[in-house]
């Protein structure tokens, strides 16, 4: 299945910018889709942002304006930049892919901490 790697975490300030890296080891014509997810501490994991195949990117609203979701096909990876971090987006983030055979993936998450 396909291996996902997930990098690029870090401790910041507020109002300060991450860029997460996730490599996917396949080829992307066997993923439908691509994303970052978070897990706040006690909370439950929860979608932060996606991008298919095609191009199509969304985004939780919260993250709107702030995070950009971008791929490089040709490198298989896919990134989260993070602009204007607040302290709530304290989290451990994971990327997954979703394959064209119907399983999800994750990788093993990278950590990010804003705080002052």
């Known amino acids: 299945q396909v291996q996902v790697v997930e990098s690029g975490g870090g401790l910041v300030q507020p109002g300060g910018s991450l860029r997460l890296t996730c490599v996917a080891f396949?080829?992307?014509?066997?993923?439908?889709?691509m994303g970052w997810f978070r897990q706040p501490p006690g909370k439950q994991r929860e979608l932060v942002a996606t991008?298919?195949?095609?191009?199509?990117?969304n985004y939780e609203d919260s993250v709107k304006g702030r995070f950009t979701i971008s791929r490089d096909t040709a490198k298989n990876t896919v990134y989260l930049q993070m602009n204007d971090l607040k302290p709530e987006d304290t989290a451990v983030y994971y990327c997954?892919?979703?394959?064209?055979?119907?399983?999800?993936?994750w990788g093993q998450g990278t950590q990010v901490t804003v705080s002052s």
């Open positions: 396949e080829s992307h014509l066997n993923i439908r889709r």
């Open positions: 991008i298919s195949s095609h191009g199509v990117t």
């Open positions: 997954n892919a979703v394959t064209t055979y119907d399983s999800t993936l």
